[in-house]
């Protein structure tokens, strides 16, 4: 899944909106959403800060929202974004790393030369 990050939570049955991909099973709920970032140049700092616009605006419809007088679906959501924060954070550092170590467009040129 290289130029993407996979979130993915398992939550309570209790999340009110739909996700990209729900899969329902003995009141568990399984959300998932890809956040893309091929258009994106994680070595700039303003690129990153576009990806965690990105991560944040997906784990937010990944995991919806709950009426102010739920306490048990503001709860569920709560911990369901907690989940997909975590795990994209593990996969952003990752998707950094991988960029931080391969070559520029700039780098690939000159080497052509």
Do not use: W
């Amino acid at each position: 899944m290289k130029n993407s990050i996979a979130l993915l939570a398992v939550a309570g049955a209790f999340c009110l909106a739909p996700a990209h991909a729900e899969i329902r099973s003995d009141n568990i709920v399984v959300h998932s959403k890809t956040v893309r970032y091929a258009d994106l140049d994680l070595t700039r700092a303003g690129d990153r800060a576009l990806l965690d616009r990105r991560i944040d605006i997906a784990v937010r419809s990944a995991c919806g929202s709950a009426s102010s007088v739920d306490i048990v679906g503001q709860k569920t959501v709560h911990a369901c974004r907690e989940i997909l924060k975590q795990r994209a954070r593990v996969a952003r550092q990752a998707a950094i790393a991988d960029a931080m170590t391969q070559p520029s467009a700039a780098e690939l040129a000159a080497s052509e030369r």
